[in-house]
């Protein structure tokens, strides 16, 4: 557990000091998406399951594809950085070990958070169904609250984007 | 098993909401500047979560819940503003866009 902590912050450290450095955009998402598959990891080791899936599916999947697409759609004309097979190649073997250790960590804090249900079923902090069941009676003036602000943000993007050009 | 002690969490989401606060205030690619804010908003949620667990009690993880959705519509407008500024300018660097000046 403490050496999963330990591996999972450096890794998030690292990762963080990555995304904020790097020259090209593109890098510093990578180095994000590495960065909330740490925080994933240590959500887990903190019992809050719900949070660790929605961490990598909202913030991994969702918020940084949506990072992607912008950042595809700015530099639309520019050149490749990656041209000729030569760099490719080098990359292939340092990126299949860093998915393999990923997922080492990855099952690791699985384990640690099925071994924490297994020894004390008492706490059942941060599973769907207790989450799903305070979010919708303790908390439901939160829920109704992430409802409204999605429908602001979806007003405003559909406001800004759908114009032609700014208009003050 | 062990448990770590809240204080590591906190001073791990200490160090990553600093790490993005210089992204923030160092970086002059306004994309780079947003996910440095991620990295903030990240940060926070770190330290809810661990108090959660801490204090074993929900509103912690309801209220990380509520800061993702903040975060994806920030996120969303944000870079709606990006793209929108860009397509008149081609210029990547915020020091020069002064159209939304009040």
Partial sequence: MTVLFWICALVAIATGIWTISSRQPVHSVVGLIVNFAALAVLFLTLNADFLAMMQIIIYAGAILVLFLFVIALLTIGAEPIEQGRGRLAFQTAPSVVAGLAALLIMSAGLRVAWSQSASAPVLDLGSVATFGQQLLTTHVFAFEVTAFILLIAIVGVVMMAGRKELRF | ?102
């Fill in chain 2, 1 to 102: 098993m062990p448990q770590v002690p809240l204080n590591l969490y906190l001073e791990l989401s200490a160090v990553l909401f600093i790490i993005g606060v210089i992204g923030f205030l160092l970086r002059r690619n306004p994309i780079t500047m947003l996910m440095a804010i991620e990295l903030m908003w990240n940060a926070g949620n770190l330290a809810f979560i661990a108090f959660a667990r801490n204090f074993i009690d929900m509103s912690g993880q309801v209220f990380a819940f509520l800061v993702i959705t903040v975060a994806a519509a920030e996120a969303a407008i944000a870079l709606a503003i990006v793209v929108m500024v860009f397509r008149r300018r081609e210029n990547a660097d915020v020091d020069d866009i002064s159209v939304m000046r009040g």
